[in-house]
């Protein structure tokens, strides 16, 4: 085992005083496994021990099975996450307590846990923006964004700065911000061999320009939300005041059941390993003013994409649920993009702002007279579930996953959906006496 930094067991000593003992003894042992369900792709559940007590989708698992050969892990009916994580749906919960449709920034979002978790629970008409800066991580996110399926879910690949003409626009940000990762020093290893008070130092400031700019895009009586996954005050405590001491902004106590474990922190709420279920976590939330400035933008038509013909639209319909209410647009490169009605005029005021952004799910690419459905229309939760499909076995599940073509009895002609308990996976297009596996090179999985 890598040993603790010996500033780190200082600091944690100052912190924890009787009770450092308890928990460096529980940094030495086995994390917890847990997940979240998608409440739209209903499975047949995992053997769980218990539930996470703040969210009742999650689950903690008695034992790690193996994720990647699982099909409905692919399928996105649920996701890997720690529990402790898991609290930004309890703090959602507490600080909007009448629902409503919000507009949600997820503004450090990869790989997709806390942004999965959000649209699970946002109240009809909400949508959110998942963001990323590094292109890498945001490919991630992509992904596991696709894979939940949800249509009020966007995603751009933009810095912090480039927000700045957004001020005032959403309900609730979320920052759960790049940090020196105390919280994972029990399942990763690693973390502890990087960390060091100068690590510490530099992720401070850095939290505190993401800040910066994150507090002002809050819609007046909108929510700030902002957590790390460390213990140390200088990330925490110090960037909490700071938020604290804005004249715009009032803390807002997160009042959580003393039976969950958490332990209060002067603006906010501190998960510790050795306390409950789960991992380091730090959670405070503010509110903004009513009297603050709200959004000045208004929505123009969007700058790449464009409308599909009128005449064409019953093609894109049919691979719809009927109740989607969707409309349909064409990208530079002939891809339609299905976009809820709705969500439309703030979607185009997103893309007004931000260059790198995908709205919308991609539906497929027209070719004559005909759609090429895409592999991300067949994990969408908006896909008509009377298109033609088969179900499939586990094996023959994960063999199709892998990019084989295995023996599939009755698969028709034309495009099907593959599905494993109901499931879908992809797409295969019947042949005849064979088929052509469109899953996708760079998801197919490796493991045998």
């Not at 933009?158 to 020196?180: E, N």
Request: aromatic residues 10%; charged residues 20%; glycine residues 6%.
């Amino acid at each position: 085992m890598t040993p603790l930094p010996s500033a780190f067991e200082a600091q944690m000593q100052d912190l924890l005083a009787a009770d450092y003992p308890t928990f460096a003894e529980v940094l030495e042992t086995p994390p917890p496994v847990s997940l979240h369900y998608n409440p739209r792709k209903p499975m047949l559940p995992l053997v769980a021990s218990a539930t996470v007590p703040w969210y009742e989708r999650g689950v903690y698992l008695a034992e790690r099975p193996s994720f990647t050969l699982d099909p409905c892990f692919h399928a996105g009916a649920y996701y890997v996450q720690e529990a402790s994580s898991m609290l930004i749906a309890a703090a959602v919960a507490r600080c909007f307590p009448e629902p409503r449709p919000l507009r949600v920034l997820d503004l450090c979002a990869a790989p997709g846990g806390k942004s999965t978790l959000l649209a699970s629970i946002l109240p009809p008409g909400s949508w959110l923006l998942a963001n990323e800066v590094i292109r890498t991580r945001y490919q991630v996110l992509r992904y596991n964004l696709t894979k939940w399926g949800y249509d009020n879910t966007f995603s751009s690949n933009h810095d912090v700065a480039d927000f700045v003409g957004l001020a005032g626009f959403f309900d609730l940000v979320l920052v759960d911000a790049p940090c020196s990762g105390e919280g994972l020093f029990r399942k990763d290893l690693n973390a502890r061999s990087e960390w060091s008070p100068e690590h510490v130092q530099l992720c401070t400031a850095r939290q505190g320009r993401i800040l910066d700019v994150a507090r002002e895009l809050v819609a007046p009586g909108g929510i700030l939300l902002y957590s790390t996954c460390t213990y140390n005050r200088s990330e925490n405590d110090t960037n909490a005041a700071v938020l604290a001491a804005d004249p715009a902004l009032t803390h807002e106590p997160l009042d959580f059941p003393a039976a969950w474990g958490l332990a209060p922190r002067t603006h906010g709420q501190q998960a510790y390993p050795h306390r409950l279920a789960g991992e380091g976590f730090y959670l405070a939330a503010f509110r903004k003013a009513p009297s603050a400035r709200s959004f000045q933008g208004i929505s123009s038509a969007f700058h790449r994409l464009t409308p599909v013909p009128k005449k064409d639209q019953a093609a894109a319909d049919a691979w719809a649920t009927p109740e989607a209410n969707l409309q349909y647009y064409v990208t530079p490169s002939n891809n339609w993009r299905a976009l809820a009605t709705p969500l439309v005029a703030d979607a185009q005021i997103l893309a007004n702002h931000l260059h790198r952004l995908e709205v919308g799910t991609l539906l497929g690419e027209w070719k004559g007279q005909q759609l090429i459905p895409s592999s991300n229309w067949a994990l969408a939760t908006a896909s008509n579930p009377n298109l033609p499909a088969v179900e499939v076995d586990a094996e023959t599940a994960l063999d199709f996953l892998r990019k084989g073509t295995p023996p599939i009895p009755e698969l028709p002609r034309g495009w099907t959906i593959v599905r494993h308990q109901g499931l879908n996976l992809g797409w295969a297009k019947g042949l005849g006496n064979r088929y052509n596996n469109y899953y996708p090179k760079h998801w197919r999985i490796r493991m045998q």
